[in-house]
């Protein structure tokens, strides 16, 4: 599967963004999907995750509350909707899929080429 997220940009402190995740192929729900991000100088790190079909959803401590992950299995697409955007969220964010649910970035089967947030103070 090929995976292609949009969505980032510049926002200030306490905006809010939504990315998308858009993937090829006949087989989207065979996967759950992932976003993960990367700041400069540190490694990557899981963000949010979802089920095959969107039944369950998980996140990161750091973006609990703030961040949800959804999915259309019909547009093959994954979105992650970030409220309350701080400075630390300021990353490239990268989609991934899996063929089972994992917050490891070893565990990811496919990788998107990133999309740059960058949060303002």
């Known amino acids: 599967v090929q995976l292609q997220a949009s969505g980032g940009g510049l926002v200030q402190a306490g905006g809010s963004l939504r990315l998308s995740c858009a993937a090829s192929?006949?087989?989207?729900?065979?996967?759950?999907m992932g976003w993960f991000r990367q700041a400069p100088g540190k490694e990557r790190e899981f963000v949010a995750g979802?089920?095959?079909?969107?039944?369950?959803?998980y996140y990161a401590d750091s973006v609990k509350g703030r961040f949800t992950i959804s999915r259309d299995n019909a547009k093959n697409t994954v979105y992650l909707q970030m409220n309350s955007l701080k400075p630390e969220d300021t990353a490239v964010y990268y989609c991934?899929?899996?063929?089972?649910?994992?917050?490891?970035?070893?565990?990811?089967?496919?990788w998107g080429k990133g999309t740059q947030v960058t949060v303002s103070s």
């Open positions: 979802i089920y095959w079909s969107g039944g369950s959803t």
């Open positions: 991934a899929a899996s063929y089972t649910p994992s917050s490891s970035t070893s565990r990811m089967d496919y």
């Open positions: 192929g006949r087989t989207f729900s065979s996967y759950a």
